[in-house]
């Protein structure tokens, strides 16, 4: 929850920065080089959604995630506000150079573990069947027997630490270099991960976090200068970048579009709880699921179209939230499956189970089904 707070806070003034940086420093782009970038662009926000709610539905199967509330979901973009005045005020009074060193240090250690929780599956295949896998558990517990609490629970493999392996050479490669490609790997691991772990109870709540941050977006875009100076002070890689002069300049290339993670989150895990309303009702196509992913993909070129039209930054929530919003609420008013909608509870079976493992009290002599 905490890193995905500053997701947040740059998420619309990364186009701001964008256009800022365009207009004044770097050349203009051709049209083909545009069209490549943004194309790129929104094929990368689309994948963290698609993977990352999915996993998310077996992450809910194998695991009881913690869910947002309603509060949560409420105080959110409070939080997120607070949190953005905080990095304005301390980028103002000290220098820039020794606070973005520490947050590459703490978005280094981040990375480098949501790289490896992604991409551990895969390296665990590729390993040779020659090298053992050994498990491992470390266990860190506070007091004793039943009042006892674990601090530290994780198990894990000598694949895993392979993977680790693997993933700290991708961070060594931002430390050092700062590459684009390095920085979007760092930026799409964040993503999915985000969407595979952050659950939100039910749509209501997915009502309240996204009308609060459509506001929080728009207010500190068009109302201050307070998004736009920390977008410009703030080095981490919290968004995705793809070069606009990638065909002329090749991996040199230095004239970014960018898009914050915050655009892609916050949409996908509303979108992600969709696709686990889908598969409660057992019904062969995942038809929320996919009509939002295509409402949020409308959504996307809506706000790039804007923003080229009027050559001016666009808050992207203000276009991504209504879409994804409107989308499943007129789909589920046309099926007829509104009541169900607003009914659906993640931890709908988990109630369920514990009603049915409720002990028989002491001369209760009916039969259990």
Known sequence: MAYVCNFILNQASENVNESAKNATEKPPS??????????????????????GSYRSVNYHKEKKPEKMTKKDAAMFPIMASCALVSLYIVFKLFSKEYINLLLTGYFFFLGVLALTHLLSPLVSKLVPAAIPNIPFHILFKQGEGESSQNIINYRFSSYD????????????????QKHWVAN?????????NAVELLHLNNVVTGLILLSGLFIY???????????????????????????????????AAN????????????????????????????????VYFNATCFAYFLGLMT??????????????????????????????LVKGDITILFKYEDNADDEKDKKEEKPIKQGDTRKVK
Not at 241 to 250: A, H, K, S, V
Request: net charge neutral; charged share 10%; glycine share 6%.
């Open 30 to 51: 051709t049209p083909e080089g545009m069209a490549v970038a943004y194309g790129s662009l929104v094929i990368m926000a689309i994948l963290p959604i698609f993977f």
């Open 184 to 192: 979007n790997l760092f930026g799409l691991a964040f993503a999915v």
């Open 255 to 286: 004239n970014f579009a960018m898009l914050g993670l915050g655009d892609i989150v916050i949409p996908g895990i509303f979108i992600a709880l969709l696709l686990r309303f889908d598969c409660s009702l057992k019904r062969k196509s995942n």
């Open 161 to 176: 630490v392979v993977a680790l392996a693997c993933c700290s050479l991708v961070g060594a490669w931002y430390l050092i």
């Open 217 to 251: 977006d728009i207010f500190w875009v068009f109302g201050t200068d307070v998004m736009v100076t920390v977008a410009k002070s703030f080095e981490a890689p919290i968004k995705l970048i793809f070069p606009q002069d990638l065909l002329t300049n090749g991996l």
């Open 303 to 332: 706000t790039i179209f804007v923003m080229h039209v009027f050559k001016h930054a666009q808050p992207a929530l203000l276009y991504l939230v209504p879409a994804c919003l409107g989308t499943p609420l007129l789909l589920a």
